[in-house]
């Protein structure tokens, strides 16, 4: 078991042609990375905004 990033490293490393299946692969888990990464930015923003103390 790795990580995301370790397996798109993997799939990218060596002479692959640009539309074979681990290219492919490796955009797509790259794509799949940072949608999550912003779904939980933006979920943390709005906590944020919503418990945030007022001050005068």
């Known amino acids: 078991m790795t990580t995301v990033t370790v397996q798109i490293v993997t799939l990218l490393t060596g002479d692959q042609e640009f539309d074979s299946a681990k290219t ?3 955009f797509a888990l790259g794509l799949v990375l940072f949608t999550i990464t912003l779904i939980l ?3 943390a923003l709005r906590v944020v905004r919503k418990y945030r103390e007022q001050y005068e």
């Open 24 to 26: 492919l692969a490796a």
């Open 41 to 43: 930015n933006i979920v």
